[in-house]
């Protein structure tokens, strides 16, 4: 069989809007509401939770889509998060279920808010995170759902996130040290200014090789106890449980080479009741025999229609009774059910695509190789369906961040370049998450070098195994993704055809100069990871694919957001101008109403129009 034998997936049914997504059950456990299209554009619809054919649309967004939203505790106030074509000055709204009415609870210009606390004993309050007063700080304030009322309760003294508990009691922070570490603070007292006082010593002390796998994760109901996640003393996150008054700390789950990818925490008790390890397919450790129990029934009821995939729930139902269940097979859409506690029984809503269900997809497949110094990386591959894995043209897809990773799931990129016959490698390069602190920070300061070189080590392995052809070898990526793509266009364009760079930066020092007043908290985090200006300009120059635009040979598509303020526009230009001025083959995409990363249906499609053409032209 070859892959001329399998149909082509449209671009619309890949890249266009889902069908519906994101379902979730009222507090109440009244009503049903997920993500769908109206007139084209994501918004959010409601019915009742054993009708969702009768389903109507309660939001009117006509922009970019809702993506984030939820159902407050007062059983009638719906909210969302929009800003303003890509820009990340998030906005708060709020729409009465009732009587229809409609809100901006945030309408300040160039205020980026963020949905800090709401729960169930406090059903008419939630707690609001606003950068209005200092554009890099997010003072804390109380939103009264009722009034619509905000009042500043907190002014941040220097914290990139807030400690909050179940009674809506600000307990503290973390702040970024000079170094790249964090100090934790729990129960600080207040200074005079009404500000909790960090003058005292930090209730935890975070070293910069653990910074980014400890936090305090909440509180229990009572109070008395939180739960942290550090990796101090460990090479792998770990789950505590801690009694604030005397500050014990009790073992709760470890691996030792796997992070904590999620805990799943009991609603009413709050106590933590299985932990989700991030391995080549989640790991789930129960802390609680009953939630065992609910969770082998989900799989049970699966295993008997013969389904296989990662299983996430969602309890938003106070009474605890239903359950929305999502499962990820990997070769398929996103499906979705209710789970029925009490009966012990699934009852399926539907999937995220139904058109994708009569294509032949193929499973992402973990593999795992050496690198050249001795440092064990993993990845996966998707492979096209139908076609036998020899000499196969290849593209490498970088993953963010990059302090992310690639996870078992079902990636349209993936399925597209599968689909059209290429093999779709991602690999999980040094720096990535999920396989502990050492593996994370053998990646600082590492761009475009050992970060680069597990890049290119993973396809001498699959090359090695025949199951690519090394002279037809695309990579691609967006962000951290985007900049790998550039690094291998400039550092080494013998070993690839063509480069797609999406976000990407070209230059690491105007990167590091620039970006959004929000981001200004985590400089010193940047410097640690990426390099310091003041005192390693030289090699940071030296990292920057603009730097090497001579040494371009192959062609290259760059794809920008105007109004990205993560990797700012100007990224953009200047490599396109070099590339230009030195008669350089490229392609260049402005979206104007885009920001990092695409949003728009109509934009997405345009852009993998433009990625499969260019592929086509110069893999073949």
């Known amino acids: 069989m070859t892959t001329e034998a399998v149909p082509l997936i449209p671009h619309s049914v890949l890249f266009g809007n889902p069908s519906r997504l994101v379902p979730e059950i009222s507090p109440d456990g009244t009503r049903l509401l997920y993500l769908a299209p109206d007139e084209g554009v994501l918004n959010v619809w409601v019915a009742p939770v054993d009708r969702p054919e009768e389903a109507e649309v309660v939001t009117r967004d006509r922009g970019r889509g809702i993506r984030t939203y939820g159902l407050c505790h007062d059983d009638r106030t719906l909210f969302y998060l929009r800003d303003e074509n890509g820009d990340e000055s998030w906005r708060v709204h709020l729409v009465d279920l009732v009587t229809g009415e409609e809100r901006c609870a945030t309408p300040f210009d160039g205020v980026q808010a963020r949905v800090l606390a709401h729960n169930r004993w406090h059903p008419t309050t939630m707690l609001i995170g606003l950068n209005k007063d200092r554009p890099g700080l997010h003072d804390v304030y109380r939103l009264d759902l009722v009034t619509g009322g905000l009042t500043k309760v907190a002014e941040n003294p220097g914290y990139l996130s807030w400690i909050i508990d179940t009674d809506l009691k600000v307990r503290g922070g973390t702040r970024m040290k000079p170094d790249g570490g964090t100090a934790v603070f729990l129960d600080p007292p207040d200074g005079p200014d009404g500000r909790p006082d960090c003058t005292t010593p930090p209730w935890l002390d975070v070293p910069y090789e653990d910074a980014m796998g400890t936090r305090v994760i909440g509180f229990t109901r009572d109070g008395a106890t939180c739960h942290l996640l550090s990796s101090i003393g460990a090479n792998a996150c770990r789950l505590f449980e801690v009694d604030v008054a005397t500050g014990e700390r009790t073992l709760l789950a470890e691996d030792p080479v796997y992070d904590v990818k999620q805990v799943e925490t009991d609603p009413l008790t709050r106590r933590p009741q299985a932990v989700l ?55 398929g859409p996103v499906l979705y059910y209710v789970y029925d506690r009490e009966a012990g029984r699934l009852r399926r809503l539907f999937s995220h695509q139904p058109e994708l269900e009569g294509y032949r997809l193929s499973r992402m497949e973990p593999f795992a190789f050496t690198a050249r110094d001795g440092v064990t990386v993993h990845g ?77 080590d993973a396809l001498d392995h699959l090359v090695a195994e025949g199951g690519i052809d090394p002279a037809r070898v695309a990579i691609m990526g967006c962000s951290y993704g985007g900049y790998a793509a550039l690094a291998g266009a400039a550092f080494t364009p013998d070993v690839f055809t063509c480069a797609i760079t999406q976000c ?28 310091d200006p003041e005192t390693e300009r030289d090699m940071l120059w030296e990292r920057s694919p603009l730097s090497r635009v001579d040494d371009i040979r192959i062609p290259v598509l760059v794809v920008q957001g105007a109004n990205d303020v993560r990797v700012p526009r100007a990224e953009a230009e200047q490599i396109v101008a070099a590339l230009a001025e030195k008669g350089l083959a490229h392609e260049y995409l402005l979206f104007p109403d885009e920001g990092h990363g695409l949003a728009r249906p109509a934009n997405r499609q345009a852009y993998y129009t433009a990625v499969e053409r260019f592929l086509a032209a110069h893999l073949g």
Not at 287 to 296: N, V
Not at 418 to 425: L, Q
Not at 511 to 519: S, W, Y
Request: with cysteine; hydrophobic share 40%.
């Open 277 to 331: 390890f991030a391995k080549d397919r989640d790991e789930r450790v129960f802390l609680d025999e009953e939630f065992g129990k609910d969770i082998g029934r989900i799989r049970g009821e699966l295993a008997l229609l013969d389904i296989d995939g990662e299983v996430y729930v969602d309890r938003t139902d106070r009474s605890g009774r239903l359950w929305t269940v999502s499962v990820v097979t990997g070769a």
């Open 380 to 456: 996966y591959v998707t492979w096209p369906p139908g076609a036998e894995r020899r000499d196969l043209p290849a593209v490498l897809n970088v993953h963010g961040g990059p302090w992310a990773r690639h996870t078992f799931a079902f990636d349209e990129e993936a399925q597209l370049l599968a689909n059209r016959g290429y093999a779709c490698v991602q690999v999980n390069f040094r720096g990535s998450t999920g396989y502990g602190k050492h593996f994370r920070n053998l990646g600082a300061k590492q761009w475009g070098a050992a970060m680069q070189t597990d890049l290119l």
């Open 504 to 531: 990407g930066p070209s230059n690491l020092l105007t990167m590091l100069a620039a970006g959004a007043p929000t981001r200004t908290p985590l400089q010193a985090f940047m410097h640690a990871h990426v390099g």
